[in-house]
T-cell receptor, first 111, second 115 residues
Framework: RKEVEQDPGPFNVPEGATVAFNCTYS??????FFWYRQDCRKEPKLLMS???SGNEDGRFTAQLNRASQYISLLIRDSKLSDSATYLC????????????FGTGTRLQVTL | DTAVSQTPKYLVTQMGNDKSIKCEQN?????MYWYKQDSKKFLKIMFS???????INETVPNRFSPKSPDKAHLNLHINSLELGDSAVYFC??????????????FGPGTRLTVT
């Protein structure tokens, strides 16, 4: 079983739609959680951290369920510029900051 | 004002050759990383250095040898290149405050093709 699992998609949605991505992680001792965004042929960039109480940043809402080891990302009012691959990322326990990436969920927003 | 830079951006070479990829960050971070992203887009950590000391060394063939001459640089040398080494290699850096919630900044990647 992969440490971080995501539905690879692609998710094809029209502009203005609401779309949700899910992610599960296997290590119950994981401490920190993130969503990164990766555009085609570009480097990953941090989209947002995920806090236990859930957090929102504009049109983006992230949720964490530690009991179920489940993370979600909700994008409201999708824009064409949201088209990218969204990577679920977990920081493993240990002495170093080691990020474990999911394989990513591809989103394509269309007119 | 590039934060994390890598050279070269593209590298095409033949099997059996030895090549190096260089990485530099000007963010003043103390921790640097190498990641490999394969053809299936799976991004996996290879190495991490903190203040020039190796702290993460995943299961990577001995042909891969990182080297950190100072906190701002982390180079990756690959010996006897194989077809399976073809991938995009990303360098990243972060500041370790002893807090797991640290953002890693990635370089633009080096696309290595082994023929």
């Amino acid at each position: 079983r992969k440490e971080v699992e995501q539905d690879p998609g692609p998710f094809n949605v029209p502009e203005g739609a609401t779309v949700a991505f899910n992610c599960t992680y296997s290590n119950s001792a994981s401490q920190s959680f993130f969503w990164y965004r990766q555009d085609c042929r570009k480097e990953p960039k941090l989209l947002m951290s995920v806090y236990s109480s859930g957090n929102e940043d504009g049109r983006f809402t992230a949720q964490l369920n530690r009991a179920s080891q489940y993370i979600s990302l909700l994008i409201r009012d999708s824009k064409l510029s949201d088209s990218a691959t969204y990577l679920c990322v977990v920081n493993s326990v240990g002495t170093a900051s080691k990020l474990t990436f999911g394989t990513g969920t591809r989103l394509q927003v269309t007119l | 004002d590039t934060a994390v830079s890598q050279t070269p951006k593209y590298l095409v070479t033949q099997m059996g050759n030895d090549k190096s990829i260089k990485c530099e960050q000007n963010l003043g971070h103390d921790t640097m990383y190498w990641y490999k992203q394969d053809s299936k887009k799976f991004l996996k950590i290879m190495f991490s250095y903190n203040n020039k000391e190796l702290i993460i060394n995943e299961t990577v063939p001995n042909r891969f040898s990182p080297k950190s001459p100072d906190k701002a640089h982390l180079n990756l040398h690959i010996n006897s290149l194989e077809l399976g080494d073809s991938a995009v290699y990303f360098c990243a850096s972060s500041q370790d405050y002893g807090n797991r919630r640290v953002e890693q900044y990635f370089g633009p990647g080096t696309r290595l093709t082994v023929t």
